[in-house]
């Protein structure tokens, strides 16, 4: 089980908007903001879409959006297209002896 | 280009070691922290442990899962990092990845990029 809790899958048509939700508690999601965000491709490495709970690398296209509020993270995705399509998941800075937690990962299909 | 890529994985038998090894290029590699995860097939990130780069003393930190099992270090020199694995066990089995390592004030991690393209080891009799 996953210290973050994640729907295990969302979905969307072209152009619409998805969240993603990431839960924890004030250990970690709440407690900091260093909540980050990566999409996985089938078979690719992960990338980082967002950190620091709102930040976009460059490069990364400004459809995607990240908030937080209390102790749950938000992943937003406008205007979703079919490159989308792929497995998300939130990670957070936690001050448990873990440091380091992750969602189980929320697979985002386009319709 | 920055660029990670990972080697050393394969097939091992439980209760074995294996190292794998990080090579870093495009980016000054003694000034960033790195992070080892895994993936087991079909399931999701773990995070697996870090190393602080040498001017926060060079530092590691690991999840209890392989705590006392696996060791990572570096070679500032080579830009590489290693993940050491002993005492193998089946549960191991999985895509290991390296990444740069963001640290707030050099000690507490926040995000992770890039990301090498992974290495599978096998751990089977």
């Known amino acids: 089980q996953s210290a973050l809790t994640q729907p295990a899958s969302v979905s969307g048509s072209p152009g619409q908007s998805i969240t993603i939700s990431c839960t924890g508690t004030s250990s970690d999601v709440g407690g900091y903001n260093y909540v980050s965000w990566y999409q996985q491709h089938p078979g690719k490495a992960p990338k980082l879409m967002i950190y620091d709970v709102s930040n976009r690398p460059s490069g990364v296209s400004n459809r995607f959006s990240g908030s937080k509020s209390g102790n749950t993270a938000s992943l937003t995705i406008s205007g979703l297209q079919a490159e989308d399509e792929a497995d998300y998941y939130c990670s957070s800075y936690t001050s448990s002896s873990t440091y380091v937690v992750f969602g189980g990962g929320t697979k985002l299909t386009v319709l | 280009e920055v660029q990670l890529v990972e080697s050393g994985g394969g097939l091992v038998q439980p209760g074995r070691s294996l190292r794998l090894s990080c090579t870093a290029s495009g980016f000054t590699f003694g000034d960033y922290a790195m992070s080892w995860f895994r993936q087991a097939p079909g399931k999701g990130l773990e995070w697996v442990g870090f190393?602080?780069?040498?001017?926060?003393?060079?530092?590691?930190e690991y999840a209890a899962s392989v705590k006392g099992r696996f060791t990572i270090s570096r070679d500032d020199s080579k830009s590489i990092a290693y993940l050491q694995m002993n005492s193998l066990k089946t549960e191991d089995t999985a895509v290991y990845y390296c990444?740069?390592?963001?640290?707030?004030?050099?000690?507490?991690?926040?995000?992770?990029?890039?990301w090498g393209q992974g290495t599978l080891v096998t751990v089977s009799s």
């Open positions: 190393i602080r780069s040498k001017a926060y003393g060079g530092t590691t």
């Open positions: 990444t740069s390592t963001n640290m707030v004030r050099g000690v507490t991690p926040n995000w992770f990029d890039p």
